[in-house]
C-alpha cells in the first residue's frame, strides 16, 4: 500500500523495450563470451555494492557497476594474457573516478568519469572501423562501446538525479 503507483507504459515505451531486447540478443549472438564475461562481472559487482554501499549512496550503484565491472573485466584480460597496453591507463583512471564517485557523489566525480568514457569511446571506435567483421577484435570493440555507453547513459540518468544544475547534491555530505 505504500509503493507509489506507477505510470502506466506507453506503446512508444514498449516498442523500445522490445526493440532493446531484440538488440541485445543479437549482439550477445554475434559477442559470444566478449559480452558474458563482463556482463557477469558487472552484475557480480552491482550484487556487492548493494550489500556493501551505505544507503544513502546506494543511488550511484547503476554507474558504479557497469564501469567497475567493465574496468574489472578489462583488468582480468590484461593478467590472463599478460600483456598491458593503453588500457591499463582507462582502469587507472576508472579506479581513481569510481573511488571518487562513491565517496563524495556529485558532479565532479560524474564529469570526471564521462571525460575518460567519451575519450575512450573516440579511441574504441577507430579500432572498430578498423577490426575485420567477425574476428576477436570486432567484437570486443563492439562491447567496449556497448558497455561505455552505457555507463554515459547511467552517468547522465544519475547527474539528473542528483540535481539540477547549481545544486550540489546531498548525498554522502
Not at 566478449?34 to 556482463?39: A, K, V
Request: hydrophobic share 55%.
Amino acid at each position: 500500500m505504500d509503493q507509489p503507483l506507477q505510470k502506466p507504459d506507453s506503446v512508444g515505451q514498449r516498442a523500445l523495450g522490445i526493440l532493446a531486447s531484440i538488440v541485445g540478443i543479437g549482439l550477445g549472438i554475434y559477442t559470444g563470451m566478449e559480452l558474458l564475461w563482463p556482463l557477469a562481472l558487472i552484475g557480480v559487482t552491482w550484487w556487492l555494492a548493494a550489500k556493501l554501499v551505505p544507503e544513502e549512496k546506494q543511488i550511484v550503484i547503476p554507474t558504479f557497476a557497469v564501469q567497475c565491472g567493465h574496468a574489472l573485466y578489462m583488468s582480468l584480460n590484461f593478467a590472463v594474457l599478460r600483456f598491458v597496453d593503453e588500457g591499463i591507463i582507462d582502469v587507472v583512471l576508472w579506479a581513481g573516478g569510481l573511488t571518487w564517485l562513491l565517496a563524495r557523489p556529485g558532479r565532479g566525480p560524474l564529469f570526471f568519469l564521462s571525460v575518460v568514457q567519451i575519450i575512450a569511446l573516440i579511441a574504441v571506435g577507430y579500432m572498430l572501423v578498423g577490426a575485420e567483421v567477425g574476428t576477436s577484435d570486432h567484437k570486443a570493440a563492439l562491447v567496449n562501446i556497448m558497455l561505455r555507453t552505457i555507463a554515459l547513459f547511467f552517468m547522465l540518468r544519475l547527474l539528473l538525479r542528483l540535481g539540477k544544475a547549481g545544486t550540489e547534491p546531498a548525498v554522502g555530505a
